[in-house]
């Protein structure tokens, strides 16, 4: 399930956001839900933004992006 990007603040209003669930099913490989959270609160998954309710939106186009960036570890 796409979240249409709601937030005002984003200088890309085109960009879909998902749930750490989705993130975790498109991602390759085995990560846990916590890993997730954690590389979003350390700013390693660009764009994740942090709701009131303390979960966590991650824009789609941070896929690509660390994927990218793990071919290089």
């Known amino acids: 399930m796409s ?7 984003t200088t890309d ?4 956001w998902i749930l750490v669930s989705e993130f975790i099913n498109r991602f ?3 990560i846990s839900g916590a890993s997730v959270r954690r590389w979003c609160q350390k700013g390693i998954i660009k764009g994740a933004i942090k ?3 303390g979960r966590w939106r991650i824009p789609t ?6 994927y990218a960036e793990s071919q290089t570890w």
Not at 3 to 9: L, M, Q, R, T, V
Not at 61 to 66: G, K, R, T, V, Y
């Open 61 to 66: 186009s941070a896929i690509d992006q660390l």
């Open 13 to 16: 209003q085109t960009n879909d």
């Open 3 to 9: 979240i249409p990007n709601s937030n005002p603040d």
């Open 51 to 53: 709701l009131p309710t």
């Open 28 to 30: 390759p490989g085995t």
